[in-house]
């Protein structure tokens, strides 16, 4: 009786589709007219067409040849196998064709494995061509929706547990790195640090230390941490430092920024992080004993500042406003005992909001920045005694040179008086605002020179 063995797809290479086929035993015996055990019964014509199809040496020659034989035996009892190897072969050399024998392998068997795996990698790859947001969302979401019905599939009858075990290892991790760009490019980012966390516990160590598409997945993992709510900022740190480490030396800078930006931001400068890159480069996830110390919060500054601050009146102004916003009530109210009540003069404050009797502006460099006022002046009553023309023309004059000076986003002087403040938003209020206008250089008499004498 002769027998041919039925080759199916039990491994992917790392997360470069290359398929790495290996023996399911599935017997194919002639001369019988009833199926022996793990065998099927095929004619002599059959027998010759389907190894001849399966002898051939490359993917290109063997894709055609399967096509031809599923189209002389569409009913062939080895239909399911040879689709899968169609697939196979196809995956090296054509994806759309890889996604269409992978659609039909579903048809036969919707819980194949292999073919919820192909339709996973392919569909990504269209997915990370896309450019309309809405599009390119539409197609993850469509491959991670086969990659969790590959999550789910479950052992065909004739497979062994070794081989089911093979194949989830070279399968799984491109379901799981699926299911995660999908959530992460919606900013799920919960979801996205799940999967790529049960990802990077399947594949090589090795894998994560070479340029590859699992290698960009711990950076992924990385940006995942960093959109988490609040941010994971020292995880970030950690994993984008990994990447870092083993980048080529050309794309090192597209990487880490990002680990510095969350070191920075966790730790509070850059002082230490060798060492974050060090225990990175060791370790695929954060070992044990891994910490990094965490800046200090605002109100431990605070303190600092009063314990080594002599005379906390000689405080710049930021600093005197760093201090009521965040520091605990006793330190505030310290600091506020300096200045309550005295008046000050304050240089180019932008302007935020603008009315003759009330002037919002931004002094700080952070009210600045957002464009926020973090001052309040209530400018003192104008002088209402009568006025003889000339007097009310000057007054007049000086209203609009003030209103020009206060129009919003103007840099303007002002002096006032500290009368009261509220810590969060920070609000600071002045009695007694008074615009000081820049003083104007008196024009030069012009120069008369004598005429000479002859």
Request: include cysteine; charged fraction near 20%; hydrophobic fraction near 45%.
């Amino acid at each position: 009786m002769k027998k041919v063995v039925v080759a199916s797809l039990l491994a992917v290479a790392g997360m470069a589709w290359v398929a790495s086929p290996a023996i399911a035993q599935t017997q194919v015996n002639l001369g019988s007219n009833s199926q022996s055990a793990g065998g099927v019964q095929m004619s002599p014509a059959e027998y010759n067409a389907y190894n001849s199809a399966i002898g051939q040496t490359t993917p290109q020659a063997m894709a055609p040849a399967l096509e031809a034989y599923l189209t002389a035996y569409p009913q062939s009892a080895v239909k399911a196998s040879v689709l899968q190897q169609l697939m196979t072969a196809y995956s090296q050399f054509d994806g759309v064709k890889a996604l269409d024998a992978a659609d039909r392998l579903l048809q036969v068997d919707a819980n194949n494995l292999s073919g919820l795996t192909t339709e996973t990698f392919f569909r990504k790859a269209q997915a990370d061509q896309a450019t309309d947001p809405t599009a390119k969302q539409a197609a993850l979401d469509k491959a991670a929706d086969y990659a969790k019905k590959g999550l789910a599939a479950t052992k065909p009858q004739d497979m062994s547990d070794a081989d089911f075990t093979k194949l989830k290892a070279g399968t799984y991790p491109i379901l799981y790195s699926a299911i995660a760009i999908a959530a992460l490019n919606k900013k799920d980012a919960a979801t996205a640090i799940t999967n790529y966390k049960q990802e990077l516990a399947m594949v090589p160590a090795q894998a994560t230390q070479t340029p590859g598409s699992v290698l960009q997945d711990v950076f992924f993992l990385a940006v995942a941490y960093l959109q988490s709510t609040p941010p994971d900022l020292a995880n970030c740190a950690f994993y984008a430092a990994r990447v870092a480490a083993y980048a080529p030396d050309n794309l090192k800078s597209q990487y880490e920024p990002t680990a510095k930006f969350c070191y920075k931001k966790y730790h509070g400068g850059e002082d230490g992080y060798d060492a974050v890159v060090a225990a990175a480069k060791a370790n695929l996830n954060p070992p044990a004993d891994f910490k990094i110390k965490p800046a200090p919060s605002p109100a431990d500054i605070v303190a600092n500042v009063i314990a080594t601050t002599p005379d906390l009146s000689t405080l710049a102004i930021s600093d005197k406003e760093f201090i009521l916003q965040n520091g605990k009530a006793e330190d505030a109210a310290k600091v506020w005992d300096t200045i309550k009540g005295k008046s000050v003069q304050i240089p180019d404050a932008v302007v935020i909001e603008s009315s003759p009797t009330v002037l919002k502006v931004a002094v700080s460099d952070d009210a600045v920045q957002s464009k926020t006022a973090d001052f309040t002046f209530n400018m003192a009553a104008p002088d209402d005694t009568k006025k003889t023309p000339a007097q009310a023309a000057a007054a007049k004059k000086l209203a609009d040179d003030i209103a020009a000076a206060t129009a919003v986003g103007q840099k303007v002087t002002l002096t006032g008086t500290y009368a009261s403040y509220t810590p969060s938003p920070i609000m600071i209020t002045m009695s007694e605002g008074a615009v000081v206008l820049p003083k104007k250089t008196p024009a030069k008499a012009p120069v008369h020179h004598a005429a000479p004498h002859h």
